[in-house]
């Protein structure tokens, strides 16, 4: 499904296509309908699963839909902290090709900047509830017309203890409006909340199972870029992977990879949007009765078929979206069967893996095999969406999602991880957050920013 069948207005499709997202996540798939009608949402939704687009689109059309010329404030968005106030109020900035007038409100900072920013009239105010309150105290903030209210990641604000904030907030504004809540979990609390804010919502549920992430091992090989086919050709000959799913970027690359293993002398085959139906089902009988080894597949072709419990999932090469890491592991360890989900990972993909790191809320264990360890001198290299191919990006691929790429600036290494299963419980550390999306490309199919492995391969292990 494109974005253009979720009723979003053609200068938003263009800010979409300027990031070079192709297709909605599912989260943007199932929302920004319900929000362009007007609806109340509950969304169970977290970090990485493009939920910011999912309310920040459908609330820039809703406010054009109703454009009025005056300078109040017609839609607030309550942060847990103000590096998401600042991420969220520049995807308000982006999508809207700068024409909204925003601001962010939130503490740590001066007042008076603030209160300039309000005065000159801002539309759209995405704020820290703390400093929201300040400002209402002094009276330099009038929320009375508020029209959509969206509260993210509600479930950290309440940790946060800012339901006092809140409710303080929700007293200021208008009975009439649109009420938008996201959050990762849901506690009785959040419940609680949900019943009192929200008017016969709509729910939307994305947060990956738990459990399915739990079900599987996972492990990160940190290797050379160029250097991937070759380990693993070994792994195979090595039996430490049997059967695998294995998940490339692009259809092109697919069909190279799988070139080189016939070549290796593994039995592979391709599926993805240009494979006709028959060919698929081929592969996937193939796969089933044993005549092939690896399957290699984009993400998209993926989606729909069915293998019972693969022992392995490969991932190849890293997907785009973090919450596609989730849903590719989840190909494996299904119906209570442990799988393993292997994560080649060369030194340009570094920013992705932490951005995984962060929807999973626990590191991945690396671990160097022998004989691959990278090489520390290479640089790390823009991921190239297109890989000079046509196509490369339309359908097929998670290079479907391929977009301008929020690179995280660093953060903290993800924890050192600990034994050979240590991604297999969820370590409970929420890594911290830091801002992000500041080296966004702005061309659809050109390459993501990259600060390379800081904090990725853990130090070598033996
Ligand atoms: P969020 O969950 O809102 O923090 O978004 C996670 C990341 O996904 C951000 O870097 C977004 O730029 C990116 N993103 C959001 N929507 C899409 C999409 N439809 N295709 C590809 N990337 C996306």
């Given at each position: 499904?494109?974005?253009?069948?979720?009723?979003?207005?053609?200068d938003?499709?263009?800010?979409?296509?300027?990031?070079?997202?192709?297709?909605?996540?599912?989260?943007?798939?199932?929302?920004?309908?319900?929000?362009?009608?007007?609806?109340?949402?509950?969304?169970?939704?977290?970090?990485?699963?493009?939920?910011?687009?999912?309310?920040?689109?459908?609330?820039?059309?809703?406010?054009?839909?109703?454009?009025?010329r005056?300078?109040?404030?017609?839609?607030?968005?309550?942060?847990?902290?103000?590096?998401?106030?600042?991420?969220?109020?520049?995807?308000?900035?982006?999508?809207s090709?700068?024409?909204?007038?925003?601001?962010?409100?939130?503490?740590?900072?001066?007042?008076?900047?603030?209160?300039g920013?309000?005065?000159?009239?801002?539309?759209?105010?995405?704020?820290?509830?703390?400093?929201?309150?300040?400002?209402?105290?002094?009276?330099?903030?009038?929320?009375?017309?508020?029209?959509?209210?969206?509260?993210?990641?509600?479930?950290?604000?309440?940790?946060?203890?800012?339901?006092?904030?809140?409710?303080?907030?929700?007293?200021?504004?208008?009975?009439?409006?649109?009420n938008l809540?996201?959050?990762?979990?849901?506690?009785?609390?959040?419940?609680?909340?949900?019943?009192?804010?929200?008017?016969?919502?709509?729910?939307?549920?994305?947060?990956?199972?738990?459990?399915a992430?739990?079900?599987?091992?996972?492990?990160?090989?940190?290797?050379?870029?160029?250097?991937k086919?070759?380990?693993?050709?070994?792994?195979?000959?090595?039996?430490q992977?049997?059967?695998?799913?294995?998940?490339?970027?692009?259809?092109?690359?697919?069909?190279?990879?799988?070139?080189?293993l016939?070549?290796?002398?593994?039995?592979?085959?391709?599926?993805?949007?240009?494979?006709?139906?028959?060919?698929?089902?081929?592969?996937?009988?193939?796969?089933?009765?044993?005549?092939?080894?690896?399957?290699?597949?984009?993400?998209?072709?993926?989606?729909?078929?069915?293998?019972?419990?693969?022992p392995?999932?490969?991932?190849?090469?890293?997907?785009?979206?973090?919450?596609?890491?989730?849903?590719?592991?989840?190909?494996?360890?299904?119906?209570?069967?442990?799988?393993?989900?292997?994560?080649?990972?060369?030194?340009?993909?570094?920013?992705?893996?932490?951005?995984?790191?962060?929807?999973?809320?626990?590191?991945?264990?690396?671990v160097?095999?022998?004989?691959?360890?990278?090489?520390?001198?290479?640089?790390?290299?823009?991921?190239?969406?297109?890989?000079?191919?046509?196509?490369?990006?339309?359908?097929?691929?998670?290079?479907?999602?391929?977009?301008?790429?929020?690179?995280?600036t660093?953060r903290?290494?993800?924890?050192?991880s600990?034994?050979?299963?240590?991604?297999?419980?969820?370590?409970?550390?929420?890594?911290?957050?830091?801002?992000?999306?500041?080296?966004?490309?702005?061309?659809?199919?050109?390459?993501?920013?990259n600060?390379?492995?800081?904090?990725?391969?853990?130090?070598?292990?033996?």
């Amino acid at each position: 499904m494109s974005f253009s069948a979720l009723g979003l207005r053609p200068d938003l499709l263009r800010a979409v296509a300027r990031q070079g997202y192709t297709d909605p996540t599912p989260v943007q798939r199932e929302a920004i309908p319900l929000v362009l009608e007007g609806r109340d949402l509950l969304a169970g939704a977290q970090t990485g699963t493009g939920k910011t687009a999912a309310f920040v689109l459908p609330m820039l059309q809703r406010l054009a839909d109703s454009s009025t010329r005056d300078r109040r404030i017609r839609a607030l968005v309550l942060t847990p902290t103000r590096e998401l106030a600042i991420q969220v109020e520049e995807s308000v900035r982006v999508y809207s090709g700068g024409q909204a007038r925003s601001t962010a409100i939130y503490g740590g900072v001066g007042f008076g900047g603030q209160v300039g920013a309000l005065r000159r009239g801002a539309e759209i105010v995405v704020a820290t509830p703390g400093r929201l309150l300040d400002h209402a105290r002094q009276g330099t903030i009038d929320l009375r017309s508020v029209e959509i209210l969206v509260l993210d990641e509600a479930d950290r604000m309440l940790d946060m203890g800012f339901i006092r904030d809140i409710r303080q907030v929700l007293a200021l504004l208008p009975d009439r409006r649109q009420n938008l809540l996201f959050s990762a979990t849901f506690s009785r609390e959040i419940r609680s909340l949900a019943e009192g804010l929200l008017d016969r919502p709509a729910s939307v549920q994305v947060t990956p199972e738990n459990t399915a992430v739990e079900l599987v091992a996972q492990v990160v090989h940190p290797v050379d870029r160029e250097r991937k086919r070759e380990l693993l050709t070994h792994l195979v000959r090595t039996r430490q992977i049997d059967q695998a799913l294995v998940f490339t970027r692009t259809k092109h690359g697919a069909n190279k990879l799988v070139e080189q293993l016939n070549r290796d002398g593994i039995a592979a085959a391709a599926i993805h949007g240009n494979k006709s139906q028959p060919q698929r089902v081929r592969a996937l009988a193939d796969l089933r009765a044993g005549r092939i080894l690896l399957l290699v597949a984009t993400e998209v072709a993926a989606r729909g078929i069915d293998i019972e419990a693969l022992p392995h999932v490969v991932n190849y090469e890293l997907p785009m979206v973090p919450a596609d890491y989730v849903h590719r592991i989840g190909r494996t360890g299904r119906a209570g069967v442990t799988g393993i989900a292997v994560s080649l990972v060369c030194v340009d993909e570094g920013p992705l893996l932490r951005e995984i790191e962060r929807l999973l809320k626990m590191p991945i264990e690396k671990v160097e095999i022998p004989g691959f360890e990278p090489n520390r001198a290479i640089r790390p290299q823009p991921i190239k969406l297109r890989s000079g191919q046509r196509g490369g990006m339309q359908n097929g691929g998670s290079a479907g999602h391929g977009r301008g790429h929020a690179a995280p600036t660093h953060r903290g290494a993800p924890a050192g991880s600990a034994g050979r299963n240590a991604g297999r419980g969820r370590a409970g550390r929420r890594p911290d957050r830091g801002p992000r999306r500041q080296e966004r490309s702005s061309a659809p199919g050109s390459s993501i920013g990259n600060r390379g492995w800081s904090g990725m391969p853990g130090e070598r292990r033996g």
